[in-house]
């Protein structure tokens, strides 16, 4: 068992529809993972998210251990 991180797209309001999930190690790591997702299958440009997008997306990403 380890500690990690992990965000489900499904999770984000109007995504409920996307399988995609990611795990990491690190916050750190998601936040990179969910933006690179991001910009492959919603065609969304990170850095045009505004503060309150960041922090709302920012509570989605949860402890698991894996
Ligand atoms: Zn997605």
């Not at 990491?24 to 998601?30: F, G, L, N, S």
């Amino acid at each position: 068992m380890a500690n990690a991180f992990s965000y489900s797209c499904r999770d984000c309001e109007g995504m409920e529809a996307c399988p995609a999930s990611v795990v990491a190690e690190t916050k750190d790591e998601v936040w990179k993972l969910m933006q690179l997702h991001a910009q492959v299958a919603h065609d969304e440009n990170p850095a045009d998210w505004d503060n309150e997008t960041r922090d709302y997306l920012s509570t989605l990403i949860k402890p698991v251990s894996v």
